[in-house]
């Protein structure tokens, strides 16, 4: 009963007005009419019957009033509100927009405001009426109060769509050339996720993000250089084109990081092919090697460089090394020189590459070989051995030991006396020996069944002893897991119990976190640890270890070879 009523008194207040000392502006009694239209839409809201007996009055409203002055504005303005928040007809939400695309024109900046935020609330339940104020709403880009281009940026981004995108990446990318700085990164980003979803093709796709790295390089996202790298190595049609369109950018603008590294990179990957300088897709481009090298030296030596782009442009020049056809001294000078360099990271790459020089030339070119592409996303495998992993979890009778700090600090690269070790970082681990088996191979339920390689001791020192023991899983022929089993029949505690390995470089090794690191005197609960070694040639073990421990107050670490594994654990 209450809703006819609010309808009688507003079509009242629409048509004829209750008196003329109430009305502001021709509008009579505004006042009145918003608390009426509010409590409309409070009556409204998910009520199919009273949404139906207001619907004409509120076209009636919508249609009549006056929208020259402040007060029909904010009349038209609830009545837009209440029309999109209760089930009101499809032809009166599309009459609600239009009302906001007219506001978009208003001289106000303020109702400009209030039209631009409630587009784009209305833009995923109404797409198709908003979409025919674009052109409006693209014009609000370019307003100099920075709210309204925000929000005209937002409206805008939430507009494209596989039908528009072209045009509406045009607009948008004018307006980041020009746009104030605070809404670049913004921008950038908005403009990389719409190409990434609605890109009509790879080359489309490749030079909307080498115009937006060009304009804003500096504002994208973190994982832009990784996307484009990506793409490209996807494209094998498009890598000659690439190459050229990036060396060309980057001999016009060495500034903007995330560019110089992705042309870096791809010069690097491809750069045989910018030498060929024949490409139908692009203008004829005539590089010199000594180009390309002076191009890579002046990356290394600019200021703006970060490091990390410094190390993109080490990468690169050693990567020509192999598809250049000219004399390779000038880039093993540049990468001598930062073998001194102050930057760790960048020092430790070039002693490498300067190693591969002087010791292993003969693999260089199997070494510095085209990156194989990445594939992006986690895979179905994956997210199952995540679950499996947190199902496992969840099931361990007690919480894993914190790995201690000091294992971390050890390096185990030069174990067999810089034979080109294999370590791997430690990973949680399930306490249980039986347990770590099935989380490992994703075996069932069941207990494996009993080794029948015999066990080895390896170590024995003042009561504590470490033993080996040995499993192959019979559908794995060249995996062997080793179980590392520490007692301790002394009559004080071992205390900061490490044990590291390292296998040759034809190993894969994983070495597992241990299921603590105390081992309790005289007979206590042993501490065990699993050694995950994959041996696809199926060659004679050669295992080192390093134990560091304490024991009766003082420190000790042993490291020793282990020669003597049992045949069965390899043959």
């Not at 809703?3 to 000392?21: A, D, F, N």
């Not at 370019?142 to 596989?162: I, T």
């Not at 016009?252 to 024949?278: K, M, R, T, Y």
């Amino acid at each position: 009963m209450v809703v006819p009523k609010l309808v009688q008194i507003l079509r009242t207040l629409v048509t004829t007005g209750y008196s003329t000392e109430h009305s502001i502006c021709g509008i009579s009694d505004p006042f009145l009419q918003v608390q009426i239209l509010r409590l409309l839409r409070i009556l409204g809201r998910n009520h199919e019957e009273s949404s139906e007996s207001m619907n004409d009055l509120l076209a009636q409203v919508a249609t009549n009033t006056d929208t020259s002055r402040n007060a029909g504005s904010a009349v038209l303005f609830e009545t837009v509100l209440t029309i999109m928040d209760i089930r009101s007809a499809a032809g009166l939400r599309v009459l609600a927009v239009n009302i906001l695309g007219r506001f978009l024109l208003n001289s106000d900046k303020n109702i400009r405001y209030v039209a631009l935020t409630s587009l784009l609330r209305l833009v995923q339940s109404d797409h198709s009426a908003v979409q025919r104020h674009r052109p409006t709403v693209v014009e609000c880009l370019r307003e100099p109060d920075a709210s309204l281009s925000r929000r005209a940026l937002e409206l805008s981004l939430a507009l494209v769509n596989s039908s528009n995108v072209r045009a509406m990446t045009q607009e948008l990318q004018g307006f980041l050339e020009s746009c104030p700085h605070d809404l670049r990164a913004d921008c950038a980003s908005g403009i990389l996720l719409a190409a990434e979803r609605f890109a009509p093709s790879k080359r489309w796709h490749i030079d909307t993000i080498l115009r937006v790295l060009t304009t804003a390089g500096s504002h994208v996202r973190d994982d832009a250089v990784a996307n484009l790298t990506q793409l490209i190595g996807g494209a094998q049609e498009l890598h000659a084109y690439s190459v050229r369109r990036l060396y060309s950018a980057l001999a016009q603008d060495i500034s903007q990081q995330p560019l110089v590294q992705v042309a870096a990179w791809c010069i690097g990957e491809f750069g045989d092919l910018l030498l060929e300088g024949s490409c139908e897709e692009t203008e004829p481009l005539q590089v010199e090697e000594e180009e390309v090298l002076a191009l890579l030296e002046r990356v290394l030596q600019s200021h703006m460089s970060l490091p990390a782009t410094r190390g993109y442009a080490l990468t690169a020049l050693m990567k020509l090394s192999t598809r250049l056809r000219g004399d390779n001294n000038r880039i093993r000078q540049v990468v001598s020189i930062y073998g001194s360099c102050l930057d760790v990271e960048l020092q430790q790459r070039a002693v490498e590459y300067n190693t591969l020089f002087r010791k292993f030339d003969h693999m260089r070119a199997a070494v510095l070989e085209k990156m194989p592409l990445v594939e992006r996303g986690v895979s179905q495998a994956d997210e199952e051995a995540q679950e499996s992993k947190a199902a496992t979890q969840l099931l361990e009778p007690a919480p894993v030991p914190t790995e201690p700090q000091a294992s971390k600090l050890l390096d185990l690269l030069d174990l067999l006396d810089g034979s080109s070790g294999d370590a791997q970082r430690q990973h949680p681990l399930d306490p249980s020996p039986e347990g770590t088996l099935i989380h490992l191979l994703d075996l069932p339920c069941a207990p494996p069944a009993p080794a029948s390689i015999p066990d080895l001791k390896v170590f024995e020192r003042e009561g504590l002893q470490l033993i080996l023991s040995f499993v192959r899983p019979p559908g794995t022929p060249t995996l062997l897991l080793i179980t590392v089993t520490a007692t301790n029949t002394s009559e004080g505690d071992v205390t900061h119990l490490t044990c590291q390995a390292a296998v040759p470089k034809s190993f894969q090794l994983q070495l597992q976190a241990p299921s603590g690191d105390t081992v309790p005197a005289q007979g206590g609960l042993p501490v065990t640890q699993l050694l995950r070694i994959l041996n696809p040639n199926k060659a004679p073990l050669r295992l080192k270890l390093r134990l560091t421990y304490n024991h009766f107050g003082q420190s000790v670490q042993e490291i020793f070879e282990v020669n003597n594994l049992p045949a069965e654990t390899w043959q």
